[in-house]
């Protein structure tokens, strides 16, 4: 596994050489799904239970107006057809919010599609993948969106606990190969709130 992570690390950063040299700043298309690395053999139900959110990279993440963005988690459930409930829960203001969303397994190994898509209205399309996972302490899952024919890209770096994994600097490497910059790449608050049941 830790090899596997360093060639992932190493990979990512030549792509991010060789983007240096080519010398066409944010011009980077969000890469199709199939150019982002995958792990090699997925197992659905070691990934199962609770991650905290320990990092988020995109365009909808902005370093200053979120400075103030709380940790908060997502927890796995697997079904028997082997799709995912994934249920966040986020303290906001006194209250604790929960909801759930429905990933199934698409055609290739450990990519989702987002289940009843037709209820979130503007959403043509939803993937998540799992780029790298080690099941007990980190995960690293990029996101795909289409909504009102745009595409947005989304980074989640996961933690079995609220401590950030030495995978920080994957995660951050991943992101900016991606074309995201530093003020796209956030780091929530830990607290206590809600995300400790
Ligand atoms: C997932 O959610 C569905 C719909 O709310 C529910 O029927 C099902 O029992 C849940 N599965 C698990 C494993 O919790």
Not at 38 to 57: D, I, N, R, S, T
Not at 121 to 138: C, E, P
Not at 157 to 182: M, S
């Amino acid at each position: 596994m830790a090899l596997g992570l360093l060639w992932l690390g190493l990979v990512l950063l030549g792509a991010l050489q060789t983007e240096a040299q080519d010398s066409t700043p944010n011009l980077i298309p969000a890469p199709p799904l199939l150019w982002v690395p995958v792990e090699p053999v997925f197992q659905e139900q070691l990934f199962q239970g609770k991650w905290y959110v320990l990092g988020l990279a995109g365009k909808e993440f902005d370093k200053e107006k979120d400075s103030q963005l709380k940790m908060y988690t997502d927890t796995f459930e697997l079904n028997e057809d082997n799709s995912y409930n994934v249920t966040s829960a986020l303290a906001w203001d006194q209250r604790c919010d929960h909801w759930t969303k429905i990933f199934t397994p698409n055609l290739h190994l450990d990519q989702y599609t987002l289940g009843n898509i037709e209820r979130y209205t503007g959403i043509q399309s939803y993937t998540a993948q799992v780029v790298t996972t080690d099941y007990n302490q980190f995960a690293i899952l990029y996101f795909k969106k289409v909504y009102d024919n745009q595409e947005n890209i989304k980074v989640i770096l996961y933690g079995r606990t609220k401590e950030l994994p030495p995978v920080k600097a994957i995660f951050i490497i991943f992101a900016k190969f991606l074309g995201l910059t530093d003020e796209h790449i956030i780091f929530p608050i830990p607290n206590d709130q809600c995300i400790d049941e």
